[in-house]
């Protein structure tokens, strides 16, 4: 059965802080003191990588692992691992540099400021394909609204509550502000030549936007599809069922691409998809489940619930097919009790303080982590 899974592999960016939710930088010291783990340009958060799994079974292990290994250094420093994808309790006025010297970052802090410092979760997904990974990609441009909404985390910011369900995509700078839907690949190359050589892009890595193409020689050497667009999500379970409907997408247009990518099915031109997908993302940012989107295929609006429940009994023959089925179930509880956004924004209506929901959520993470197999001295970790 694993055979014919896509491999899959996961950038988790986390902030660190107090047990308050008060966001502490940190990063640089992890990065020196712990194997395994990068900075981002500001050091209020980090990033870790998982390696390559086709097996879902082996997938909550690979992500939480990393996690109980730096919140057991983090508590010697009197810090936590915070939730959400924004700086929530943060002070958004001020840059606080990871590395002074590093001349990239200094561009970054430059051009974006404090917009740029956010966590998230990037999904890879393995496919060697030329043709296939951009048929996946298109697909996935057009649908990734649907999983920014499972995922949205980010309500708050600046200890306020901000009218976004995912406050991160609004702020986070685009880049190219218009990315089109590839042709191929060497529409791919060409495309990437031209804003690097106008200045639109600084290098092969500056293309910031909902999904993209990525390998190991950019923009030539090409091996999976990343979606860059979801929110962190902490709970591994629902990160791992929203991983396979993606997954299940995308076995769907590498099966049948007659029927689902959208340059071969779909009643619009690619430009038109292109506006398309952008408006759907920024809707799903604002609104996440509960907005109103545009389906790919003849434009018309669709409620976003609604359009991820057809998605869901979609894919459910090909989930069971594959042996899929349990790692889809979480979604449906998503579906029915809201996003992280969404629950953290119904205990505000109900009396709680930003301050309270945070605490909270830090102690569901902790919990999370204890689930698996785990040593008696992580059980007691702060």
Request: glycine fraction near 6%.
């Given at each position: 059965?694993?055979?014919?899974?896509?491999?899959?592999?996961?950038?988790?960016?986390?902030?660190?802080?107090?047990?308050?939710?008060?966001?502490?930088?940190?990063?640089a010291r992890a990065q020196r003191e712990l194997q395994g783990f990068v900075t981002e340009?500001?050091?209020?958060?980090?990033?870790?990588?998982?390696?390559?799994?086709?097996?879902?079974?082996?997938?909550?292990?690979?992500?939480?692992?990393?996690?109980?290994?730096?919140?057991?250094?983090?508590?010697?420093?009197?810090?936590?691992?915070?939730?959400?994808?924004?700086?929530?309790?943060?002070?958004?006025?001020?840059?606080?540099?990871?590395?002074?010297?590093?001349?990239?970052?200094?561009?970054?802090?430059?051009?974006?400021?404090?917009?740029?410092?956010?966590?998230?979760?990037?999904?890879?997904?393995?496919?060697?394909?030329?043709?296939?990974?951009?048929?996946?990609?298109?697909?996935?441009?057009?649908?990734?609204?649907?999983?920014?909404?499972?995922?949205?985390?980010?309500?708050?910011?600046?200890?306020?509550?901000?009218?976004?369900?995912?406050?991160?995509?609004?702020?986070?700078?685009?880049?190219?502000?218009?990315?089109?839907?590839?042709?191929?690949?060497?529409?791919?190359?060409?495309?990437?030549?031209?804003?690097?050589?106008?200045?639109?892009?600084?290098?092969?890595?500056?293309?910031?936007?909902?999904?993209?193409?990525?390998?190991?020689?950019?923009?030539?050497?090409?091996?999976?599809?990343?979606?860059?667009?979801?929110?962190?999500?902490?709970?591994?379970?629902?990160?791992?069922?929203?991983?396979?409907?993606?997954?299940?997408?995308?076995?769907?247009?590498?099966?049948?691409?007659?029927?689902?990518?959208?340059?071969?099915?779909?009643?619009?031109?690619?430009?038109?998809?292109?506006?398309?997908?952008?408006?759907?993302?920024?809707a799903a940012a604002r609104s996440s489940l509960e907005a109103t989107l545009h389906n790919?295929?003849?434009?018309?609006?669709?409620?976003?619930?609604?359009?991820?429940?057809?998605?869901?009994?979609?894919?459910?023959?090909?989930?069971?097919?594959?042996?899929?089925?349990?790692?889809?179930?979480?979604?449906?509880?998503?579906?029915?009790?809201?996003?992280?956004?969404?629950?953290?924004?119904?205990?505000?209506?109900?009396g709680e303080s930003i301050e309270s929901v945070l605490r909270e959520s830090i102690t569901?993470?902790?919990?999370?982590?204890?689930?698996?197999?785990?040593?008696?001295?992580?059980?007691?970790?702060?």
């Open positions: 059965m694993t055979r014919n899974r896509l491999l899959k592999g996961f950038e988790v960016e986390l902030f660190t802080g107090r047990p308050d939710g008060r966001n502490v930088g940190i990063a340009p500001d050091h209020r958060n980090l990033e870790y990588v998982t390696d390559p799994l086709a097996d879902y079974d082996a997938i909550p292990e690979a992500l939480l692992s990393p996690r109980r290994r730096l919140r057991h250094w983090l508590m010697e420093q009197g810090l936590t691992l915070l939730p959400g994808s924004t700086l929530s309790l943060g002070d958004t006025d001020r840059f606080e540099r990871s590395d002074p010297e590093n001349t990239y970052h200094s561009l970054i802090e430059a051009t974006y400021g404090t917009a740029v410092v956010t966590a998230s979760i990037h999904i890879n997904l393995g496919i060697a394909n030329p043709a296939e990974l951009f048929a996946a990609l298109r697909l996935v441009r057009c649908e990734a609204a649907l999983l920014l909404s499972l995922s949205a985390s980010s309500p708050f910011l600046n200890g306020r509550i901000t009218g976004a369900h995912s406050q991160r995509w609004l702020q986070f700078p685009l880049t190219p502000a218009r990315v089109p839907l590839f042709l191929d690949h060497q529409h791919f190359i060409s495309w990437t030549n031209q804003q690097i050589q106008a200045g639109a892009m600084h290098n092969v890595r500056h293309l910031w936007t909902s999904v993209r193409p990525n390998g190991p020689d950019r923009p030539q050497r090409l091996n999976r599809l990343e979606l860059r667009i979801c929110d962190l999500i902490t709970d591994p379970e629902v990160l791992i069922a929203v991983t396979t409907l993606l997954e299940l997408r995308v076995q769907q247009v590498l099966r049948d691409p007659e029927q689902h990518d959208p340059l071969r099915d779909s009643a619009l031109n690619l430009q038109q998809l292109e506006e398309l997908s952008m408006s759907n993302d920024r790919w295929r003849d434009g018309r609006e669709r409620f976003c619930r609604d359009w991820l429940e057809q998605l869901i009994d979609s894919v459910t023959p090909l989930a069971q097919e594959l042996g899929l089925k349990q790692q889809l179930d979480p979604l449906a509880a998503v579906l029915q009790n809201g996003n992280q956004a969404m629950r953290w924004l119904q205990s505000i209506d109900s569901a993470m902790r919990e999370e982590e204890m689930r698996g197999v785990c040593t008696p001295a992580e059980r007691t970790l702060g």
